[in-house]
């Protein structure tokens, strides 16, 4: 057997110290740890997610027409006319490379009463933008078609619906509502003329917002049955600025617009 010395019992004590003093340390930085993650946790939870406008609350029948149109232009004249035989109007969200290559259907699109919204300049992924391109994407295509028909877009509709906060925060700030779509006719897909009107009249209730394209390969044989289908259904198609709601509104998590005093159901 070892006799422990009257040496060794301050050692002894000293680390026991120092092995308390570690264990404080790691707990005090585990708590610590813990403490910054979780308010970084609630920094993020607590930032609010900015949503265009998908759809909008109200029951009068009234619904939102809209083309996007970036590439081809041949069809648009027809469809112009489809609609001034149905007596409707429509919004066109245009990109700038359009208006650049078809300048007179930009203005016949206005001549003829439709409205026209923003849809870029170069048709980018506007999420991947800094804010300043997001706010030079929206500007340059505005002042052209300013010069064009004497009018700005209010509207606007990022390219393949990509979006984060800055696009929506940078849009409204420069005098846009963002717009999406709650119901997508899908005729990009080119899959006939059928699938496209079923697509595009099936559960559409009051205050949707259809999504069609100016170039697609069956829109002007499809056009004709789907806005008489929304005749029957007691629906009244109009642009977009005619379903959106005026005053001051909210937006509920599903990208409805309410007025601003509706209280938003939780989801």
Known sequence: MIKRTERDVPAASAKRWAAGTLLAILLLSAVSAAYVSGART?????????????????????????????????????????????????????????????????????????????HSTTHPKMSSLSREKIAQELETM????????????????????????????????????????????????????QPLIDRATRNVKSGDIVLFHNDSQYIVEALPAVLKSYREQGLTPGPVSSVLLPGQTTIDPQGKQHPAATTIPEV
């Open 42 to 118: 609630a920094e993020v939870l607590a930032r609010k997610r900015e949503l265009p406008v998908y759809s909008v609350d109200r029951d009068d029948g009234k619904i939102a027409i809209s083309f996007d149109a970036a590439w081809g232009g041949e069809k648009t004249r027809k469809i112009l006319d489809i609609l001034d035989e149905n007596g409707i109007v429509a919004t066109f969200f245009l990109v700038d490379i359009w208006t650049q290559r078809f300048p007179e259907l930009v203005q016949e699109i206005a001549a003829r009463g439709h409205e026209i919204g923003n």
């Open 142 to 193: 505005s002042a052209n078609v300013e010069k064009l028909i004497g009018q700005r877009p209010t509207l606007f509709r990022p390219p393949y619906g990509d979006y984060n906060n800055d696009v929506v925060l940078t849009a409204r700030q420069n005098g846009y509502e963002v717009v999406q779509w709650s119901v997508d006719s899908l005729d990009w897909k080119n899959k006939g003329v």
